[in-house]
């Protein structure tokens, strides 16, 4: 530099060193001012994953519903095709989960193919940015400390020092950026490797859910297959028993009109004895004692079964333990002490006047045909006849020439119940 340079430096140098430092400072601080919009950023692969597991739990919570759902079914009486719904209903979300977790395989793949590409373009740019940075330091240590004070100072003009000024500074914030983005491509290397260990974990866990998923159904479609064969088997059961109670009924039927036929043959006789009076009378009405304690399994009329089978029963089920004993509810004559079809060991007493009571479903019968029995008299005991009942009396009472009527009307507090 001459010194006649140097004599202007000296006199403008208050308004060189404010250029100066305006070349310092503006570009910074115009990138600082400039507005920043954050770019809108796609989800991450972990914020995917989570949303497809929380897809699979809602999956396996409904599923879960219908799994109580069964233990409930199998804890009550209930049809069979009850069960077989059910378990289409769960056949149809385990499907529904295996067809999700194959999707998030699937993403999955996508996911560590789109990491494994980013990972190596991120290495591969490490690799040229870490080239350069060792190549700007050799060249920096090589020039030394004052290079860039020799580089204005020699400079033969005051727009030469200006323009070096500019190219060092531009020089200085090429070599922070270069520094920069070193950093940030080792933070992101870094994260896309932890990236790849959490897909991989989640393509592990997937293939063992989906094997463990592919065993359930595989095990549910055999327990449909079997809920099949037995709901078809207790329907043609339910209707092979149906016909055996209506063989049994009708039986019965015969069984009272012969008897009546007889009554009213011996009393149309010559000589005979003026008929005797019913020990039923309407009096009787909602006060008779019950022939057992219990509780009411069926009631009197037609009842519709879980397997939309329906049943006529001519009488009541009153459940009670095996053995219990069994009670006339009135005064008369034993004229049945036999076994008859379903009903099993039955008793009928004749109370007159054509009315009857029937004790079907007894374990030993206390009386026999033709003796006299009083009322609260015992007449046997509780048994099981009905494979599909548990132990209960099957108790009927017939008037008017052997018509069924409600038992319930005529027992205390029968209606209450």
Partial sequence: MNIRTTRRMRRGGGASLLCLLALGWLPSRIVAQQPTTPPATAPTPEAR?????????????????????????????????????????????????????????AAIGGEVDETTGGLVR??????????????RLVDIYKRGP???????????????LIARYKYLHLLALRDRALVARVEQLRNQIGHERGVLVTLEQAVNTNRQEKASEEERLQS?????????????????????RLKQIASAESH??????????ARRRAESRANAPPPSASTLTTGDLGRLDWPVDGTILYRFGRVINPNNTTTRWNGIGIGAA?????????????????????????????????????????SRMDVKEGTHVERGQEIGAVGRTDPDLP?????????????AVDPLDWLRGGSAR
């Fill in 252 to 261: 019965l039927e015969t069984m009272i009109g012969s008897l009546e036929e």
């Fill in 122 to 135: 991120a290495q591969d740019e490490l690799a040229i940015k870490r080239a350069m940075l060792r190549h």
């Fill in 322 to 362: 095996m053995g219990t004993s069994v009670r006339a509810v009135a005064t008369g004559i034993v004229v049945v002490a036999r076994a008859i079809g379903t009903y099993g060991q039955t008793v009928i007493i004749q109370h007159g006047g054509g009315d009857y009571s029937v004790y079907g479903s007894l």
């Fill in 220 to 240: 549910l479609a055999v327990q449909r297959q079997h809920s099949l064969v037995q709901a078809r088997q207790s329907q043609v059961s339910t209707q092979a």
């Fill in 146 to 160: 004052l290079y860039s004070t020799e580089a204005l100072l020699t400079a033969d003009s005051f727009g030469a």
């Fill in 391 to 403: 132990a209960h009396l099957h108790f009927e009472i017939r008037r008017d020439q052997g018509r």
């Fill in 49 to 105: 994953l989570r949303a497809d597991r929380d897809a699979l739990e809602r999956i396996r919570s409904e599923r879960a519903a219908l799994e109580q759902k069964m233990a409930d079914l199998r804890s009550t009486v209930h049809d069979l095709s009850d069960e077989v719904t059910n378990l289409d209903r769960q056949v149809d979300v385990t499907a529904r989960a295996l067809q999700a977790l194959d999707a998030q395989l």
